[in-house]
C-alpha cells in the first residue's frame, strides 16, 4: 500500500473515531496518537478540534506529509485540504461515508448500538485511559463478525480510545475542553480547490499545484 493511500485509509479512522460519541460533547481539542500494525508499528501523530455543534477537524502527520479534513454535518461536507500544497477537495457526507465507511452517527449513552442495526454492543468494563475514567463497549459486525473496541469517557463522551480488529489505535491526549476558533473549521483563504486526480499528483509531487 503507497504512503499516499495509507494516510487517506489512516485519516477515515481517526475520523470515525471522532465522531463516534455517546453525545455531541462540549467544544474540545486534543493531541492524538495512531499506531497501524499495517504500517510496521509506525505512528501518525495529529490534533483533533470539536466546535461543540457540528465541525470536526482532524490534523495529522506522518513522515513530513500533513493533512487537514474538516467535516460539517450541517453543510453535510467535507473538506479535504493539503496545507503545504495549498490546495483541498470537498467530497459530500453521504459520499464520504459510503466510500471510507466512517461513522458519523452519535452514540448513545447508555445503548451505542442503538441507532446502529448492523452491530451488537457489549459493555466489558471501565478503564482509566490516559487519565481518564472511560466505559469500555466492543462492537460486532452481524456479518462477518468484525470486532471494534471504544473507549468512551464518561464525563465528556469523548471517544479516549479506538481499537480495530487489524490492530490500529487512535488515542486522545492532553483533552483540553473549551471554545474553539472558527477559522480552524474553515479552508483558508486562496487556497485551491481540485479534484481527487489533481489533488493526488499534489500529494505525490510535494509542491504547490500551478495555478
Known sequence: MSLQRSLVVLLVV?????MAVAQMPSPFSADMVMTSAKLSQQSMTGKIYFDGSSRFRVDTSMMGMSAWNIADSKSQIVYSVMPQQQM??????????AQSKADFTPYDASNPCAAKPDYNCTKVGTENVNGRSCNKWEFTSKVGGVKRWVWIDQQS????KTLTADGTT??????QEG?????LFQVPPGFRKMDLGEMMKGMMGGGRPQK
Do not use: G
Open 14 to 18: 481517526l475520523l470515525a473515531a471522532s
Open 88 to 97: 483541498y477537495m470537498e467530497t459530500r457526507l453521504d459520499q464520504f461515508r
Open 157 to 160: 463522551n469523548i471517544p479516549v
Open 170 to 175: 487512535v488515542e486522545m491526549r492532553n483533552i
Open 179 to 183: 471554545a474553539q476558533p472558527d477559522s
